[in-house]
């Protein structure tokens, strides 16, 4: 399993390897810092995601302002987001 990286692209947010638990204490910092003025969070090299992957992305949608697209549906990302009722953006789907 690759690593998890990121990297700014324009309005993107590139995401490689595996967003795993294990993983969101490191890209944290650097997340945070890049996500100003995102409009896209590009999964396409993501191999997997967890639960902790995904409140990651939504938490880091949320400072995006909320309205972000999603490139790439790597495994795992279907299931929980329809489990935690989340919209395509990402956000809570009251």
């Known amino acids: 399993m690759t690593a998890a990286s990121l990297s700014r692209n324009g309005d993107a947010l590139v995401f490689t390897g595996a967003l ?3 993983a969101i ?3 944290w910092p650097s997340a945070t810092k890049a996500v100003a003025g995102a409009r896209r969070f590009d999964l ?3 191999e997997r995601i967890d639960s902790a992957g995904l409140a ?3 938490q ?4 995006a302002g909320g309205d972000v697209a999603i490139d790439g549906t790597p495994a795992g990302l279907v ?4 489990a935690y ?7 809570f789907a009251y």
Not at 60 to 63: I, Y
Request: proline share 4%.
């Open 20 to 22: 795993l638990r294990s």
């Open 25 to 27: 204490a490191t890209l």
């Open 44 to 46: 396409r090299a993501v």
């Open 56 to 58: 990651f992305l939504s």
């Open 60 to 63: 880091l949608a949320a400072l």
């Open 79 to 82: 299931e929980l987001s329809a």
């Open 85 to 91: 009722r989340l919209a395509p953006s990402l956000a």
